[in-house]
């Protein structure tokens, strides 16, 4: 069994935003692009007195996170930096993002529903048919938030600036979150009678959903 690590249908991606320092001190902004299973596909950090010279330029690249869902450890952190923002982006843009957030422990915790609710269909099979079933077993467990931020945190030692270590904190994150998932299915679907609730999926359900609702989004930016 194979799932697609890069293109799945009807889904655009995400993308992460962060508030901190460049290499020489001053306050900027770090934006990535992601997969819709994390991989990166673009990069910008713009310090902020380039972008009140030429907020042009910031709409530009935000237009380019636009369908697409923002993720941060904890809304109130991606609300926080787009308030930081929010005077140098048109208003509808500035809605549309802030409409589609992701927290990175809702995508644990329905990880985590579907491993005990495809334990328990093992377990419901083991009962029907008295066979000796083996509970299915995990490559990884899923982490606590906590753990995830400590594990993610050692890519901060190859960033380039403070504010960059913090997106690729985030973005390391997003693609093991994606990797736990496809972990789960992979161990779903070696069993034969687990099958039947479906093909393997890239993603969890809400999750998918929640990209899939981003693409919707009515504005465009010119640029």
């Known amino acids: 069994m194979s799932i697609p690590v890069d293109y799945v249908p009807g889904a655009r991606g995400h993308a992460v935003l962060a508030v901190g320092h460049d290499t020489d001190g001053r306050e900027a902004l770090a934006m990535w692009r ?10 910008w950090v713009e310090r902020f007195d380039e972008v009140e010279r030429d907020p042009e330029r910031l709409i530009r690249i935000m237009s380019m996170m636009q369908h697409r869902c923002l993720v941060g450890w904890d809304s109130q952190a991606v609300d926080g930096v787009l308030a930081r923002i929010a005077d140098f982006l048109p208003a509808e843009m500035l ?19 579907h491993r005990a609710a495809y334990s328990a269909a093992v377990e ?24 995830l931020v400590a594990w993610a945190a050692r890519v901060q030692s190859v960033a380039a600036s403070p504010v960059a270590g913090t997106a690729l904190t985030l973005t390391a994150a997003i693609a093991r979150t994606a990797q736990l998932w ?8 070696r069993r034969t009678y687990l099958r039947t609730l479906g093909e393997p999926q890239p ?21």
Do not use: C, F, M
Not at 203 to 223: F, I, Q
């Open 34 to 43: 992601l997969s819709p299973t994390g991989r990166a596909g673009g990069a």
């Open 95 to 113: 809605s549309d993002l802030r409409a589609h957030i992701l927290d990175v422990p809702e995508l644990l915790t329905e990880i985590s529903e």
């Open 124 to 147: 419901q099979q083991r009962a029907s048919t008295k066979s000796k079933l083996a509970p299915l077993a995990w490559p990884t467990e899923v982490p606590e938030q906590q753990e």
């Open 182 to 189: 496809q972990d789960t299915e992979q161990a779903r679907y």
């Open 203 to 223: 993603l969890p359900p809400r999750w998918l959903a929640r990209l899939r609702e981003a693409v919707g989004g009515s504005y465009l930016a010119s640029v």
